[in-house]
């Protein structure tokens, strides 16, 4: 077995395990915050006195629950000892995300990280690019929520003027498909450490306070709420992101980086939608703002006609381009290092192969250059022409 084999099932294995861990902090996560926003004061005069906020009665699977909200714990009586914890499920999301990250990027540095026609990197200097950005991504944004924290407003704006920045930035510095996931790691890297550095350690500081018997202070639990709010924003850009790399069309031109900004803040306004439905506010604009943010960004990135060759191309002048520019991955046998398999099933190696994914090629690497990956074969602009007008003409063979 090679290394580029056994890596393959690496991914595959840590794709598949971040992909449960991610299910269940998100299913939890999102049901949470709907369960906060569809609690009614409680109806008995004793659980007032008990320290009850809300309660609320559903029904699932089959039988019938009564869920009831504490803010500071029970007064007048013990807090139960069997407590559940949900943090687990988001550091397994991290842990698993990191070793994608790790496996895919990083180990694939001078394919899936470094597009030399953007900036000519090392793999060292990539990798710690790669890794610096998560840290700082952190500190910044922890430091903007320290700062504005009785700001709301202003530190909404802060934040979203950051993760542009480093939207903008990373597309200036990676290939684009790469920028995508730096970007998704930086924000899931913020969710999670949000749970582990402010959520979980406030909950604990009340619940020391509460076994302790004395008051607890609210202003942990303020804390937590804060950045559980922000988390529960961050995930449907960082779900899109998840997913990205099955749409080049999106990172595949020099304004992909706009294209991300738009699709993510389409994806706030749709959990924004869905947060104020809870509490049977239904605010239509919100959807029809997120559908003209999408169409925005199919706006910008509209393919155009190819210029710069001949409409009169051959067969015989474009076979030694895929040949050399994009056979060496997608064959049955690649021979471009990190590639046990042609990348999505695509086959290019043959005629036959190539006129039945002439489309496809036309997509990826003529409409979007989001093909070759990280431009690693140095396929030039007018090879990409000379392509695309073999393809445009019918790529007859």
């Known amino acids: 077995m090679t290394a580029a084999y056994l890596l393959d099932w690496l991914n595959l294995v840590m794709r598949w395990a971040h992909l449960i861990a991610g299910i269940s902090w998100i299913g939890a996560s999102f049901y949470f915050v709907w369960l906060d926003d569809s609690l009614t004061p409680p109806e008995s005069p004793d659980d007032v006195r008990r320290g009850i906020f809300g309660e609320l009665w559903a029904v699932h699977g089959g039988g019938f629950y009564h869920n009831q909200k504490f803010i500071t714990g029970p007064r007048g009586e013990p807090l139960t000892q069997n407590l559940h914890w949900f943090k687990w499920e988001a550091y397994t999301t991290l842990i698993t995300g990191l070793a994608m990250l790790a496996i895919v990027y990083w180990a694939g540095a001078s394919t899936f990280l470094i597009d030399k ?62 920028a995508y996931i730096q970007v998704g790691s930086i924000v899931g890297t913020i969710m999670v450490l949000n749970v582990f550095f402010i959520i979980i350690p406030g909950q604990k500081a009340m619940l020391a306070q ?28 960082v779900l899109f992101i998840m997913i990205s790399n099955h749409y080049p069309m999106t990172y595949g031109s020099a304004n992909g980086w706009i294209v991300l900004a738009l699709i993510s803040v389409a994806g706030v306004l749709v959990r924004r939608f869905f947060v104020l439905s809870h509490k049977h506010r239904y605010v239509v604009g919100l959807p029809v703002a997120a559908a003209l943010a999408l169409a925005a960004a199919a706006v910008v990135i509209a393919p155009h006609a190819t210029s710069g060759a001949s409409a009169n191309v051959g067969y015989a002048q474009v076979a030694p ?22 990348p999505a ?12 994914n002439a489309q496809r090629a036309y997509d990826q690497a003529v409409a979007t250059h989001a093909m070759p990956l990280g431009n690693v074969t140095h396929m030039t602009d007018a090879e990409r022409a000379t392509l695309g007008a073999w393809i445009t003409a019918g790529a007859r063979i």
């Open 117 to 178: 026609s953007v900036l000519d990197l090392s793999p060292p200097e990539a990798i710690a690019i790669s890794a610096g950005s998560l840290v700082a991504g952190w500190i910044v944004y922890d430091l903007l929520c320290r700062v504005f924290a009785a700001r709301p407003a202003l530190l909404w704006t802060a934040i979203c003027a950051v993760l542009l920045f480093a939207d903008w930035g990373l597309f200036h510095v990676f290939g684009g498909r790469a």
């Open 210 to 237: 509460i076994r302790a018997g004395q008051e607890p202070d609210p202003r942990p639990g303020q804390l937590g709420k804060m950045r559980s709010v922000h988390n529960t924003y961050f995930t449907l850009p």
């Open 321 to 342: 381009i895929v040949a050399e520019r994009c056979a060496v991955c997608h064959a049955a046998q690649p021979t471009e290092p990190g590639f046990a398999a042609p």
């Open 345 to 356: 099933g695509v086959l290019l190696d043959t005629p036959a192969h190539l006129k039945a």
